[in-house]
């Protein structure tokens, strides 16, 4: 968990949308050290329609380390669904909830995904149980347009006791389009908050926490927790990352006094 703590779990580059953690830049995707990964990403966007979306993903990428070019394995198999190599040899995939595969994707929440890579042939081999966290359900109770500035908010949402990293990370990010057609005067980049908490179910966002951001902006608030651990395929010696991301996001929030 080292890395994952030291790059704070998540860089954010939000862009205007009402998921912006489909936007985030998981850093193991960036570190140049992370030459492959596997990365299982399910997010959770609560609405105050009280409907929620999920985005459950897996994404991956392999290099060669004789001439450093992105390049496919001879098979990448997570809880043993096939995953094929996009056109630019890096791996995605999304389960996709209208076509029946819900349950399928949302059973990964809280449960160990065996993943399997298969590299010069059958006998450069490794396959490797990897742990997603518990979805985190519920976070912002009687979810608000509006948030005050100077009252704060109660957030919430459900433990994870196989969490072996103890913590969760909220980040406070800024809308600037939204903010900046309420009122044009409001500054064009605000820096992401980003805090560590323990992985206890609940945190109080007070004043001082919300304080780089000015009244009347529109922001997110997001709460993720995470895995890493690795793998070393037996003949080629390939080390490969794993990462797991479940995460909860909110849609804007107007900040009022």
Excluded at 61 to 75: C, M
Excluded at 108 to 125: E, N, P, Q, W, Y
Aim: aromatic share 10%; proline share 4%; hydrophobic share 35%.
């Amino acid at each position: 968990m080292l890395l994952l703590i030291s790059a704070g779990c998540m860089v954010s580059c939000h862009k205007e949308a009402s998921n912006p953690a489909n936007n985030w830049t998981w850093f193991g995707t960036q570190n140049s050290t992370v030459y492959n990964y596997v990365l299982i990403n399910a997010n959770q966007v609560l609405s105050n329609s009280d409907s929620e979306e999920l985005h459950i993903g897996v994404s991956a990428a392999f290099i060669d380390s004789n001439n450093h070019q992105v390049t496919v394995v001879r098979t990448l198999l997570v809880n043993n669904q096939l995953i094929q190599p996009d056109g630019d040899s890096t791996y995605s995939y999304n389960y996709n909830f209208t076509s029946g595969e819900f349950n399928k994707g949302s059973d990964l929440f809280g449960s160990k995904v065996l993943v399997t890579i298969r590299g010069m042939d059958d006998a450069d081999t490794v396959t490797s149980s990897v742990y997603v966290p518990k979805q985190l359900s519920g976070t912002i109770a009687a979810y608000p347009n509006n948030l005050s500035l100077s009252k704060g908010i109660q957030l919430q949402w459900t433990p994870d006791n196989q969490n072996t990293w103890g913590n969760v990370l909220i980040q406070l990010y800024y809308f600037r389009l939204l903010s900046q057609k309420a009122d044009s005067t409001l500054p064009s980049n605000i820096s992401t908050i980003s805090l560590t908490t323990p992985d206890n179910g609940s945190y109080f966002l007070t004043k001082n926490d919300l304080s780089s951001f000015p009244c009347n902006a529109f922001i997110g608030i997001t709460i993720a927790r995470g895995t890493q651990n690795e793998a070393i395929l037996p003949l080629s010696r390939k080390r490969v990352y794993y990462f797991s991301s479940a995460s909860v996001s909110t849609p804007p929030v107007r900040l009022t006094q």
